[in-house]
T-cell receptor, first 115, second 112 residues
Framework: DTGVSQNPRHKITKRGQNVTFRCDPI?????LYWYRQTLGQGPEFLTY????????KSRLLSDRFSAERPKGSFSTLEIQRTEQGDSAMYLC?????????????FGPGTRLLVL | SQELEQSPQSLIVQEGKNLTINCTSS?????LYWYKQKYGEGLIFLMM?????EEKSHEKITAKLDEKKQQSSLHITASQPSHAGIYLC????????????FGKGTRLHILP
């Protein structure tokens, strides 16, 4: 069990550029979640997948954001035409659906700074 | 929508002292997660509480869930520098197909 991994760990970009983040979940986990965390706040839900299907998207996820999980394994989160307000920590979590409340395990996050 | 309020927002304690962090929900709690986050890093899972009155311990950290009061508390005994960080409570999903709603966190500093 290598845990959830995220790449890159840090990204600095200029306003208007596109960025893409990757998340590799724990291997047997079929659910994958994306959260965003700004300074002094708790993580806020963005979207989640079960296998390759995207089942829910938050209103926080504007049209500039898109997430994919093409083969039900890793996922990518793309932000187009970045804005300074997109600066945040982007966290990925994974879990395995079971009979009771599931535990979500988080990756180290990708910290985005938009200049 | 459900909101979680954590208190205190920040806490400074002397090494070796005990401390308690509280988490209060605006709606019924079906389950409660506690995570720890070191500054600038990801979340580390601590404990998950699913039933009213449930209490769990891991090393020197104990968490309880009071369903009636819609509250949870996390208690650290004989604090150590390694306990420093941000403690986040999260409301568990009403059903299995849902996200965690987090509080804003409690920042804990341990003085040597």
């Amino acid at each position: 069990d290598t845990g959830v991994s995220q790449n890159p760990r840090h990204k600095i970009t200029k306003r208007g550029q596109n960025v893409t983040f990757r998340c590799d979940p724990i291997s047997e986990h079929n659910r994958l979640y994306w959260y965003r965390q700004t300074l002094g706040q708790g993580p806020e839900f963005l979207t989640y997948f079960q296998n390759e299907a995207q089942l829910e998207k938050s209103r926080l996820l504007s049209d500039r954001f898109s997430a994919e999980r093409p083969k039900g394994s890793f996922s990518t989160l793309e932000i187009q035409r970045t804005e300074q307000g997109d600066s945040a920590m982007y966290l990925c979590a994974s879990s395995r659906v079971g009979q009771s409340m599931e535990t979500q395990y988080f990756g180290p996050g990708t910290r985005l700074l938009v200049l | 929508s459900q909101e979680l309020e954590q208190s205190p927002q920040s806490l400074i304690v002397q090494e070796g002292k005990n401390l308690t962090i509280n988490c209060t929900s605006s709606k019924t709690l079906y389950g409660l997660y506690w995570y720890k986050q070191k500054y600038g890093e990801g979340l580390i899972f601590l404990m998950m509480l699913q039933k009213g009155g449930e209490e769990k311990s891991h090393e020197k950290i104990t968490a309880k869930l009071d369903e009636k009061k819609q509250q949870s508390s996390l208690h650290i005994t004989a604090s150590q520098p390694s306990h420093a960080g941000i403690y986040l409570c999260g409301a568990g999903p009403m059903n299995r197909d849902d996200k965690i709603i987090f509080g804003k966190g409690t920042r804990l500093h341990i003085l040597p």
